[in-house]
T-cell receptor
């Protein structure tokens, strides 16, 4: 039972480098969500994607952050020119379709821990 | 004021005790989730509720839509229940989740 797969689990980057976090949703799921958990804070919504389409990116910082979910392959959360404040756990979740339509629960990955040194 | 408030923030218990974690919200919702997160670990969805009550093993979750309140109960608590429990609500007419800050539970043998 392959759940939501995230990699890498842990990533260390120097300030100014790029970080790429990958998320493969559960089989049959076409909707992906990214959340960020800063140290000692709660989870915050970042972006919601359907394949080849960004549904809602209202939680994404205006600069340096981007996300995609191509037709083939995993969803990618990309952080350019990382700064220390980007150090956080980034969680991906997936659902089969629009949760509001189907009442489906969503499934979370194990998270990717980014440390910027 | 946060749209989703949990209490208590921290909770310690002896093995075998009955545990209650509360969640209050101030927005219109279509569903409420209870999630579990172990230290340094991933997030597991325990329940999704839109009304009433659900039970899974030693876990029980209830929701009162009129009072905008939900509770998560753990019966016969065990040290392996030690984790952070997070309440999250799905806003009505959106697919966005808003999270509480979590309740850190420690159960001692």
């Amino acid at each position: 039972n392959a759940g939501v797969m995230q990699n890498p689990r842990h990533l260390v980057r120097r300030r100014g480098q790029e970080a790429r976090l990958r998320c493969s949703p559960m089989k049959g799921h076409s909707h992906v969500y990214w959340y960020r958990q800063l140290p000692e804070e709660g989870l915050k919504f970042m972006v919601y994607l359907q394949k080849e389409n960004i549904i809602d990116e209202s939680g994404m910082p205006k600069e340096r952050f981007s996300a995609e979910f191509p037709k083939e392959g995993p969803s990618i959360l990309r952080i350019q020119q990382v700064v220390r404040g980007d150090s956080a756990a980034y969680f991906c979740a997936s659902s089969p379709n629009f949760p509001r339509d189907s009442g489906n629960t969503i499934y979370f990955g194990e998270g990717s821990w980014l440390t910027v040194v | 004021k946060n749209e989703v408030e949990q209490s208590p923030q921290n909770l310690t218990a002896q093995e075998g005790e009955f545990i209650t974690i509360n969640c209050s919200y101030s927005v219109g919702i279509s569903a409420l989730h209870w999630l579990q997160q172990h230290p340094g670990g991933g997030i597991v969805s325990l329940f999704m509720l839109s009304s009433g009550k659900k039970k899974h093993g030693r876990l029980i979750a209830t929701i009162n839509i009129q009072e905008k309140h939900s509770s998560l109960h753990i019966t016969a608590s065990h040290p392996r229940d030690s984790a952070v429990y997070i309440c999250a609500v799905r806003l009505r007419n959106t697919d966005k989740l808003i999270f509480g800050t979590g309740t850190r539970l420690q159960v001692f043998p």
